[in-house]
């Protein structure tokens, strides 16, 4: 991998940047790997970077059936946060936010980590009460955290409605976060990509699975629409169509795939320099580099995977972003979009084995996946390589809901998650 | 917004609707002789169809009854509404 640095950017300004190398190959895909990462998201691309980085598995193919960035890499809000109430979530999230803070240094790509802090707001008394629980749980899980009053809250962000009187929405306070923050989507997946090639990594774009071989019980290989790949172990990294990639291997997931909103505004000056959540209204917002406002919704009501919900959650999140930002209500969208997340019951995910030998899944991540891109692939490879779980991924398993040990982040992470 | 038929007061907009998930998932008829597989599979583990789906909706803010309805996953078009008891378009699946 040649090193991007300020004397590379010098160099290549001289030739009006018209000589930049290329960053990853496209090579056709391999007759055998020793494992086949599903999925060239964030999730998949960490999980084949950290198996050739932390357990020397080199001949990985990542494979892809759009391209990089194409799936929720590149659809989500980009908020990052560890502030989980349970032990088991606030150990693979902050394993994950650690990971973030070293990784452009690490794969020298530019991940504009921007650690603005992470506010999440208390309507009523029982919010600030679940609050206080979850800050105090964090901070003994090792996560930074407070309490903030409603004049703090309006300290930190000025455009926010805490009036007493006369709200919707009243503000009684927020916990915040300050390691909290975004970070650039695409960055993660071209960083990733770049990294995992320079380990020797096949990044294979357009190339869909269709099929998923066995033999007695173990995997024996992939077939793609570009032919038959033999390999026996399998991770599936597909969000939203894990449960279509379950059927070909003829498992059943406990996972919905729903749609998933989010909108931009019109760039504006900074406003906003902090990331604000409402679990509760189901609205989260920060402002992007250029000026957009980012704003986020929960997850429509019913099953679909058309990359479109209804517009009827966007009237109601926009109300309440009215609500709580009144000068925001004259301001004009400029994009609007839906993904397609795979929601456990439990809102928390699976980063597995399964009944198949040598096929795991890493799924289930629901509306909350993208912070976790690094953790969940650190974890995934663990297990990957070992066949066995990482103690920070043991909880997230498929048998959790046979034994009744499901890990319960509805009311404390919100449908904002 | 999807604009969805109740069997009993006709066409309403989806705002008006709850959903069920997955429809005919039967409950083990004696709960005391399933295993935790068993058990777990009834209460968690469902299809995640793509494509032609079978699903629950009630009318909440109307008749408050529940129906079925099959919809397409990809287009979110409805194939056919139907009442609860009442055989599936198709037949057994």
């Known amino acids: ?54 357990h020397g598995m ?21 908020i990052i946060r560890s502030n989980y109430l349970w032990t088991a979530s606030a150990g693979i999230y902050e394993k994950g936010l650690k990971l973030w803070e070293g990784i452009t240094q690490e794969v020298n790509f530019n991940m504009m980590l921007s650690q603005r802090g992470v506010l999440n707001l208390g309507h009523n ?6 609050i206080e ?24 962000v000025p455009i926010i409605n805490t009036s007493e009187t006369n709200t919707r929405f009243p503000v009684l306070g927020s916990s915040y976060q300050p390691r909290g923050g975004i970070a650039r989507h695409d960055a993660l997946a071209w960083g990733m990509a770049r990294a995992c090639d320079s380990l020797g990594i096949d990044v294979i774009q357009q190339c869909e699975v269709t099929g998923i071989r066995r033999d007695g019980g173990q995997v024996t290989g992939v077939d793609t629409t570009k032919g038959f790949i033999e390999t026996n172990k399998v991770g599936a990294v597909t969000a939203g169509n894990s449960g279509v990639i379950a059927d070909m291997a003829g498992i059943r997931l406990p996972v919905q795939s729903r749609p998933l909103q989010a909108l931009v505004s019109e760039p504006i000056k900074p406003v906003i320099d902090t990331v604000v959540m409402s679990g509760a209204v189901h609205v989260y917002i920060s402002q992007s580099d250029k000026g957009e406002l980012v704003i986020g919704a929960g997850v429509d009501k019913y099953n679909g995977y058309g990359h479109k919900g209804s517009i009827s959650v966007i009237e109601e999140q926009l109300a309440a972003l009215v609500e709580l930002y009144p000068i925001v209500s004259r301001l004009r969208l400029l994009r609007h979009w839906a993904g397609c997340v795979d929601v456990c019951p439990d809102a928390s995910p699976l980063v597995t084995k399964t009944p198949v030998d040598g096929l795991y899944f890493n799924c289930g991540w629901g509306t909350g996946g993208w912070k976790a891109t690094l953790g969940s692939g650190w974890c995934f490879a663990h297990t990957m390589a070992n066949d066995e779980p990482h103690p920070l991924n043991e909880a997230f398993s498929l048998k959790r809901f046979e034994t009744g040990a499901v890990i319960d982040e509805h009311g404390a992470a919100g449908v904002a998650h | 917004m999807l604009y969805i038929q109740c069997p009993w007061c006709g066409w309403r907009d989806e705002s008006e609707f709850g959903y069920g998930g997955e429809a005919h998932i039967e409950r083990p008829k004696d709960p005391d002789s399933v295993s935790d597989a068993e058990w777990a599979d009834y209460l968690f583990f469902g299809s995640n169809t793509r494509g032609e789906f079978r699903e629950r909706w009630v009318h909440s803010a109307g008749c408050r009854r529940w129906f079925n309805a099959v919809r397409d996953t990809t287009t979110y078009e409805f194939k056919a509404f139907y009442r609860m008891g009442e055989e599936p378009p198709g037949g057994e699946q």
């Open chain 1, 125 to 130: 008394l029982q919010d600030m009460r679940t």
């Open chain 1, 1 to 54: 991998m040649r090193k991007y640095s300020i004397f590379s950017l010098a160099r290549n300004a001289l030739s009006h940047h018209e000589n930049w190398w290329q960053a990853w190959r496209s090579p056709e895909p391999k007759k055998r790997y020793d494992a086949v990462i599903i999925g060239g998201g964030g999730h998949g691309l960490s999980t084949a970077y950290y198996l050739a980085k932390e």
């Open chain 1, 133 to 156: 629980r979850r800050v105090n749980a964090n901070r003994l899980n090792g996560v930074d955290g407070v309490v903030l009053n409603a004049q703090q809250v309006k300290e930190m």
């Open chain 1, 58 to 78: 080199t001949n990985i193919a990542v494979i892809e059936k759009g391209w990089l960035g194409g799936g929720n890499t590149g659809r989500n809000t980009t």
